[in-house]
């Protein structure tokens, strides 16, 4: 049973890591059409505008799957240990809120990828439409915008992250107290057995 929630963990992880690095292929393909296509449209002052969001863009995109990758691995790492120090029950659990922070991740890795293409679709639009002036602010709001997902990706990794370790914790706290009660029942009736014992051999004496 633990190799099979192991086996399935590990084709997880593996299925994320495969998701996260098409994503950045396609993310990374759109983003050099658009850059190709900005320096045949328009001026070369305007492109390197552009080239500077196409750079934001690819280092939130980098800075989260880099997040992700990290999230994955450690949840991992907890599920292994759980699955050596923990019963099977335990482990049940801690691969569902494994599969629960995997699905997180996939969408989170989805929405900045569409966050994304929206932003460079905007950009080459307004490029083509309106003057620098508009695209010097529209790279500030992708700045923003980029920081405040790479924090919103940390914030959300970092808090599955803690509650993944608190139901470990928890959790092995209370088997470890069944186990303790489970011993304490268990040499109360073996003392009970003993005095009935000793009880029975002093009435036949």
Same mark, same amino acid.
């Given at each position: 049973m633990i190799m099979v929630v192991v086996v399935a963990v590990a084709v997880a992880v593996v299925v994320v890591v495969v998701v996260v690095i098409v994503v950045v292929v396609v993310v990374v393909v759109v983003v050099v059409v658009v850059v190709v296509v900005v320096v045949v449209v328009i001026e070369v002052e305007v492109v390197v505008v !552009? %080239? *500077? $969001?196409v750079v934001v @863009? *690819? +280092? /939130? $995109?980098?800075?989260? &799957? !880099?997040v992700v990758v990290v999230v994955v691995v450690v949840v991992v790492v907890v599920v292994v240990v759980v699955v050596v120090v923990v019963e099977v029950v335990v482990v049940i659990v801690v691969v569902v809120v494994v599969v629960v922070v995997v699905v %997180? !991740? /996939?969408v989170v890795v989805v929405v900045v990828v569409v @966050? &994304?293409?929206v932003v460079v679709v905007v950009v080459v639009v307004v490029v083509v439409v309106v003057e620098v002036v %508009? @695209? !010097?602010?529209i790279v =500030? +709001? =992708?700045v923003v915008v980029a920081l405040v997902v %790479?924090? @919103? /990706? /940390?914030v959300v990794v970092v808090v599955v992250v803690v509650v993944v370790v608190v139901v470990v914790v928890v959790v092995e706290v209370v088997v470890v107290v069944v186990v303790v009660e489970v011993v304490i029942v268990s040499l109360l009736l073996l003392l009970v057995v003993v005095v009935l014992v000793v009880g029975e051999a002093v009435v036949v004496n």
């Open positions: !552009v %080239v *500077v $969001v @863009v *690819v +280092v /939130v $995109v980098v800075v989260v &799957v !880099v %997180v !991740v /996939v @966050v &994304v293409v %508009v @695209v !010097v602010v =500030v +709001v =992708v %790479v924090v @919103v /990706v /940390v």
